[in-house]
């Protein structure tokens, strides 16, 4: 091809020879007028599927394809994808005809208006997860509920596990996305820089050729995958260590409460000290552990800081438990459930935002330069 395309489709197989001329059709008829480019990473296990690839490339000057000798799954296919590629923009779509290719014009029109980040979802208006059965629509739902709760940036869409989507390509960064588990968009998510993500709808269809490559292993992938990102993520892992300080907090503050009452201390002597000491606690190990690449400035001055804002959450706190309480007539144990999330929320807002300071940095693009690559034809 003389010209460079704008948009490089990538699409994985894996034994997929009955589709790839329809797929290849559909995807001519959806991006007619576009200078595109078809760019298959095949890690079949049949000689069917490399000789439909290579009648492919030799009908249709925009395809081109690599057959793969390694075997680290359909992320590191779509990662080499984004190597081989040339174009500006890079969509992936699986190559077993679920993904409508009509679905790549609506992503490239909200490219085109200013997305970086574009995702076929099967869960926004006009989008079907109908080509699933029971126990896989279930398997998504949990799959998908398990990600929002992981992964702060999975939660501006409604299907972060689609296998469908578009970006652009300066959104990748220097932190290479790792060709570990299926779920590539959660790589490319957590890694990138994408500041206006955007959701099209998609129809998923039913598979007519070729058998689902999903199985427990793939499920097993995930939840390592999962494991793997929250690691690399200090955002996402500092949540969770925040919540860890905070119930290591609660049961010093409980502890403590019940020694000092068994001394002869009255509870009202014994809760301030008690509050007092899981104070002190939470602030050391959020300070040694939580907030450990934030430690800037003096100790004293994050001391009180952190202390000012605790004394806030618990006046939060008896706030609500005392609406919710005396003038609502909840039950106190719910009522302070409430009171202990708003003021949880508070603490961990504030000593994210002011008591630890998070550090300006920039970010270096990954350089995925485009570069040729030879046709196997």
């Known amino acids: 091809m003389s010209q460079s395309p704008r948009l490089s489709v990538i699409v994985p197989t894996r034994n997929e020879a009955e589709n790839i001329e329809p797929l290849r059709v559909a995807v001519g008829e959806a991006l007619r007028g576009v200078a595109y480019e078809m760019v298959f990473v095949d890690d079949s296990t049949d000689c069917a599927t490399v000789t439909a690839l290579e009648r492919a490339v030799a009908q249709d000057a925009s395809v081109r394809f690599e057959h793969r000798g390694i075997s680290d799954g359909l992320s590191g296919a779509v990662l080499r994808g984004f190597e081989l590629s040339r174009g500006s ?28 980040l574009v995702v076929g979802s099967r869960f926004v208006a006009g989008g079907s997860d109908g080509g699933l059965d029971g126990l896989r629509k279930f398997i998504s739902l949990v799959a998908r509920a398990t990600i929002w709760a992981a992964l702060k940036k999975t939660r501006v869409l409604t299907d972060p596990t689609s296998g469908c989507f ?21 790589e490319v998510l957590q890694r990138g820089r994408f500041d206006r993500p955007a959701e099209v709808p998609l129809q998923f269809a039913a598979r007519v050729y070729g058998v689902s490559k999903l199985g427990g292993r793939q499920v097993v992938d995930l939840y390592r ?89 618990i006046g939060l706190d008896t706030a609500i438990v005392a609406l919710l309480h005396s003038v609502i007539g909840m039950p ?14 508070w603490n961990y807002g504030v000593f994210s935002s002011w008591v630890w300071r998070p550090a300006a940095a920039g970010t270096a693009p990954w350089n995925v330069n485009p570069q040729e690559a030879s046709q196997k034809s």
């Open 166 to 186: 578009m970006l652009r390509r300066e959104g990748l960064t220097k932190a290479r996305p790792e060709a570990v588990g299926w779920k590539i968009l959660l």
């Open 332 to 345: 106190g144990a719910v009522a302070n459930l409430f009171g202990i999330v708003v003021a949880a929320a």
């Open 89 to 116: 923009v890079l969509a992936v779509i699986d190559g077993d005809l679920q993904h409508p290719p009509e679905t790549l014009r609506r992503m490239l029109t909200r490219i085109d208006g200013g997305a970086d």
């Open 225 to 313: 995958q999962l494991w793997r990102l929250v690691r690399a993520s200090p955002d996402d892992r500092r949540f969770y260590a925040f919540a860890l300080v905070g119930a290591s907090g609660v049961v010093l503050n409980e502890a403590a409460f019940l020694v000092l009452g068994r001394l002869g201390a009255v509870p009202e002597l014994a809760a301030p000290i008690s509050a007092a000491l899981s104070m002190v606690s939470n602030f050391v190990w959020n300070d040694r552990f939580t907030y450990r690449d934030r430690r800037e400035g003096q100790a004293v001055g994050r001391a009180v800081r952190a202390v000012a804002t605790q004394v806030v959450g």
